[in-house]
């Protein structure tokens, strides 16, 4: 079975610090790769998505992830954060074939002004 | 856009009641999927559906039922809930027309406490 692992749980930084938020996932097949973040309040929303080609995705907000297959990690990127941008973020993974993602446990990310 | 709705915001219960949460999509999706969001586990997978009439277990389908008589809708069903089920409930729908569009799209969740 497939499994998503993100190492950090809690994330404390102050505006305008980089942020790298870790993702590795355990299956050996061909996968889609996804981040969602959920705003306070507000609903879970896909930031950035990886299905094939270049391993670097942009999303939205300037967030960009890399895929790195022989690592089986899909780490999320920005370099420069906001405090708009305090938030839950997920990784998520899914199977070529299946239909459902299974995600990561989530990373809350606190930014302070 | 894709607008995915979800019958209540919050929702308090007694323990042994039934509950039935509802979740409506908009954009004729084939897929929907029913997740329950707990502190520290994310989202873990109750039940999907593929299909009109057609569902699947996922990860934790204990103490759930599902239901899809329309394809717009995916009904949870809590038979008899109790105090562990209390969490917050997501629904997400997506297409399977291509697998380009594999996007979940989410509803606000539902609150759930079961007393």
């Known amino acids: 079975a497939q499994s998503v692992s993100q190492h950090n749980h809690h994330v404390i930084l102050s505006e305008a610090a980089s942020l790298e938020l870790g993702c590795n996932y355990s299956?050996?097949?061909?996968?889609?790769l996804f981040w969602y973040v959920q705003y306070p309040g507000q609903h879970l929303q896909l930031l950035l998505k990886y299905f094939s080609g270049d391993p670097l995705v942009k999303g939205i907000k300037g967030f960009e992830a890399e895929f790195i297959k022989s690592k089986f990690s899909f780490n999320l990127r920005k370099p420069s954060v906001q405090w708009s941008d305090t938030a839950e973020y997920f990784c998520?993974?899914?199977?070529?074939?299946?239909?459902?993602?299974?995600f990561g446990s989530g990373t809350r990310l606190q930014v302070q002004p | 856009d894709v607008k995915v709705t979800q019958s209540s915001r919050y929702l308090v219960k007694r323990t042994g009641e039934k509950v039935f949460l509802e979740c409506v999509q908009d954009m004729d999706h084939e897929n929907m999927f029913w997740y329950r969001q707990d502190p520290g586990l994310g989202l873990r997978l109750i039940y999907f559906?593929?299909?009109?009439?057609?569902?699947e277990k996922g990860d934790i389908p204990e103490g759930y039922s599902v239901s899809r008589e329309k394809k717009e809708r995916f009904s949870l069903i809590l038979e008899s809930a109790s105090t562990n089920q209390t969490s917050m409930y997501l629904c997400a729908s997506s297409s399977s027309r291509a697998q380009s569009t594999d996007t979940q799209y989410f509803g606000p969740g539902t609150r759930l406490t079961v007393l």
């Open positions: 559906s593929y299909d009109v009439k057609m569902k």
């Open positions: 998520a993974v899914k199977a070529t074939g299946r239909r459902a993602l299974t």
């Open positions: 299956y050996g097949g061909t996968v889609n």
